[in-house]
């Protein structure tokens, strides 16, 4: 009898016979003989017929023992053998033997088909790579026929199902706890042959208590919820009641209707019911978590998991009134001021009015702001975020802000003001009961794998699954774990991607296999997740990879040949989608070819060249855009010395490329290599002859390939040499084959050069001279011939403009005047 055998067999408690069943002990890895199961001692019957219970009770024993048989007849699986060495872990070389190992892809076997719930009650492990399945295939096939699957192997697992390179910390305790290992194969007859609902096995038993506690649970949970189901119909006309959303209409009533993050839901209660105490006492206890420090409390967590309903049930069951505002409305000073004025201050209604014939609850005065979205405030938005945070440092009524994502920049200044929460995402274990107990109202059948399905793909968004529920209730009322599977992906969040991730799904092979169920549509998604870097991640990743297609052939000449005509076609793809871009992104920007790109550029070589990856490698970033900057520059280089030298040579910078690089490097690099010191007049001669420059210099030594690569020979002169060469080039005058535009004059800049005239002079002009002051007639006439001042071709040095200043000016004045 195996260890599963023997095992259920010692959990299992006898109710027709009172001997026990005798322990056959097996080999590990045996499979049980008929002749081994142990038979039930009959006791003395009376010769009265069987009653009915009897008859059921020998039934239920009869299919415990065929549940056992089958188990016992799944072949298992040695351990691999582990070296005895305590050596360190190396995690680098444990993932290059994993990546060595080639990686199964969907779609290759047909998977089984079983009895509904035939795995309950076990629990499964799935460690190693798998020979014909991929892991997430054989998880999913697991939690669809009712199994568990955990990530490390305890006491409570049933089954490990081993592949190869399987980590060693996993097998010793594999080992030291005795549990059955399976591959694949023995997975698939287990899934075909046992019955459904676990059979009537320990763990299927157990299983099938813990449903009915659990479908209890639902129907009490659902009796205590306020609301009508929708389909309940309403009415002489049969009409349903349509008019509240799922997620308003189920909203939580009490702090036990909250799903996860109990305990922190637990310290913003207690928060905002100290809140009056503290604002009494300054803000000046902290109390035990600190809380009594801020006036205002920081809920963050991502979408969907319950956060603004949090906030809202706990101002409701604390008596406050909740003025709710969307702080990324609200981006500038002057309206978060505008829109706050005459709420930090403020009492609410309800405290000054009764209902009907109650009295009035003056506790009801108090007030509470919810702001969310604060994320969506930019830190440049004419300080939104200073002013909300001066909100939180005055405000005499409690605030709660509510974010998406406390880690960006912007959020920084609130880490001293605020009281922060960190909600994280629930579990399914946590949100399970209460989407079963909204189904069960609205009469819908979902079982308990659709729900964590369902949970998986959303990444925890409750409202998200309500909302998908509510729409699926239209048309149906039973959802199976392949609906759930499409519902959730087709309700997927766009995420974006990393180019990494695309080009992981693409040269992987699942999505090219025969029996893949992605459609042209959906590989196409990826390339429009990210249409700028998928195609370059496929260019530089195609060639990494072991095609998948050429797998069936012989190891050495076939499958190479094979591989290679693979990854031609692969690259003529590449090439097509080139072209296909140019007509894109070039002048005549036809957009529409866009479908056309993806298919030639990313679909099409993915298709030919997927598979494992060859010996290990990983996915390299694509190093086109390095390539791309360095030809710019390269090319900027040779526009630069064509122009330079365009006095002595002909041709444009392409034929400066292929002609004449060769030649300059000889003469510039050659005399310096050769001579040392005494070649460097030489160069520099040379350079002065084309009207290079030191940066030309540079430029023709990085532009140098093969044996004229300038960048490694310019690394063997001596330093001493070239700070020589440094320095007597920086020494020398050097001619150039332009005119400098600072040495060209400027007609407007000569003319403001013109020399201002001296106000006293101005004055002279303007009141006239004495008679003595005239020059002699014909005097002033030959002078003036004389004057060299006034030849056009002499350039006189321009005098600076003196301004007087108003003293000396008055000064000035009033001499003429005594003068007159």
Not at 670 to 683: F, H, K, L, Q, R
């Amino acid at each position: 009898m195996s260890q599963s055998q023997s095992e259920h067999q010692s959990r299992r408690k006898s109710t027709t016979s009172p001997a026990k069943p005798q322990s056959v002990g097996l080999k590990r890895g045996a499979i049980a003989k008929q002749e081994d199961i142990p038979k039930y001692a009959a006791k003395p019957s009376p010769k009265k017929a069987k009653s009915a219970a009897s008859t059921a009770t020998d039934s239920t024993g009869n299919d415990e023992i065929e549940t056992r048989r089958v188990l016992d007849n799944i072949p298992q699986v040695a351990l691999p053998a582990t070296s005895g060495d305590k050596k360190k872990f190396n995690y680098q070389e444990y993932k290059a033997r994993q990546e060595a190992v080639n990686q199964p892809t969907g779609g290759q076997v047909e998977l089984p088909v079983g009895e509904e719930n035939c795995l309950a009650g076990l629990t499964f492990v799935f460690t190693g790579i798998l020979n014909t399945l991929p892991r997430d295939e054989g998880v999913d096939l697991v939690k669809r026929y009712g199994g568990r699957v955990t990530t490390a192997p305890s006491r409570n697992t049933s089954y490990i199902v081993l592949g190869q390179e399987a980590g060693a910390k996993k097998l010793e305790t594999i080992e030291k706890l005795k549990i059955p290992t399976i591959d694949e194969e023995g997975l698939f007859k287990m899934i075909r042959e046992l019955p459904a609902n676990g059979g009537s096995t320990a763990a299927g038993k157990a299983a099938a208590v813990k449903a009915a506690a659990e479908e209890k649970k639902i129907k009490e949970m659902a009796k205590s919820m306020g609301a009508e189901p929708i389909s309940k119909p309403l009415g002489a006309n049969g009409a349903s009641a349509r008019t509240l959303l799922w997620t308003d209409k189920y909203a939580p009533t009490s702090l036990k209707d909250i799903c996860g993050n109990k305990g922190l839901v637990t310290k913003l209660q207690e928060w905002l019911s100290k809140w009056d105490s503290n604002l009494k006492a300054s803000f000046k206890k902290p109390g035990p978590d600190g809380s009594g420090l801020y006036r205002a409390v920081m809920i963050t967590g991502p979408p969907g998991i319950g956060k603004t309903t949090a906030a809202h049930l706990v101002a409701k069951l604390a008596g406050y009134d909740v003025i709710e505002t969307n702080a990324s409305d609200a981006r500038s000073k002057n309206i978060v001021a505008e829109k706050l004025a005459g709420v930090l201050d403020n009492t609410s209604l309800r405290g000054y009015f009764g209902i009907k014939n109650k009295d009035v609850d003056a506790s009801k005065k108090k007030i509470v702001l919810i702001m969310d979205e604060v994320d969506g405030m930019s830190a440049g938005d004419r300080g939104g975020v200073g002013q909300m945070v001066m909100v939180c440092k005055t405000t005499h009524v409690p605030v709660i802000l509510i974010c998406n994502d406390y880690s960006l920049p912007k959020m920084r200044p609130f880490d001293k003001v605020t009281f922060t929460l960190a909600f994280r995402r629930p579990d399914a274990a946590a949100i399970r009961s209460r989407i079963l107990s909204i189904a069960y109202r609205e009469g819908m059948k979902v079982p308990t794998q659709v729900i964590d399905q369902l949970v998986q793909g959303s990444h925890s968004d409750i409202r998200q699954i309500i909302n998908l529920l509510s729409t699926f209730r239209v048309s149906g009322t039973q959802m199976d774990f392949d609906q759930g599977k499409a519902m959730s992906k087709a309700w997927e969040k766009h995420i974006v991607m990393k180019p990494f991730d695309i080009a992981a799904q693409l040269l992987g092979g699942s999505l090219f296999s025969a029996n893949s169920r992605s459609t042209l549509n959906d590989k196409l998604e990826l390339y429009f997740n990210d249409h700028d870097f998928t195609p370059l991640m496929i260019q530089e990743n195609y060639l990494r990879t072991r095609p998948q297609l050429a797998r069936n052939y012989a190891p050495g000449g076939e499958y190479n040949l094979k591989s290679l005509e693979l990854l031609d076609k692969a690259s003529s793809s590449i090439s097509d989608g080139d072209l296909c871009d140019r007509m894109i992104h070039g002048s005549q920007q036809q957009w529409g070819l866009m479908p056309l790109h993806g298919i030639l550029s990313t679909v099409r070589p993915a298709a030919y060249a997927c598979g494992a990856g060859a010996g290990g490698e990983r996915y390299q970033f694509t190093g086109w855009l390095g390539q791309f900057s360095k030809g710019n520059k390269l090319m900027r280089f040779l526009q630069e010395i064509q122009s330079h030298a365009r006095l002595r040579i002909s041709g444009d910078r392409f034929e400066v490329r292929l002609q004449y690089m060769s030649a300059f490097f000889d003469h510039l690099y050659t005399p310096i290599a050769n001579d040392g010191v005494e070649g460097i007049s030489g160069a520099i001669d040379f350079m002065d002859s084309y009207y290079m420059t030191k940066e030309d210099f540079d430029a023709i030594l990085e532009l140098g390939v093969g044996p004229q690569n300038g960048e490694e020979l310019w690394k063997k002169i001596p330093t001493a040499t070239k700070t020589a060469f440094t320095k007597k080039y920086n020494t020398a005058d050097h001619p150039v084959p332009f005119i400098r535009a600072s040495a060209i004059g400027d007609p407007r800049k000569e003319k403001a050069k013109k020399e201002v005239p001296d106000l006293e002079e101005a004055l002279d002009d303007v009141i006239g001279d004495d008679a003595e002051d005239e020059p002699e007639n014909g005097k002033d006439d030959e002078e003036e011939s004389m004057d060299l001042g006034k030849d056009k071709y002499i350039k006189k040095p321009a005098k600076a403009a003196t301004k007087p200043t108003k003293g000396k000016t008055t000064a000035a004045r009033g001499s003429k005047k005594a003068k007159q």
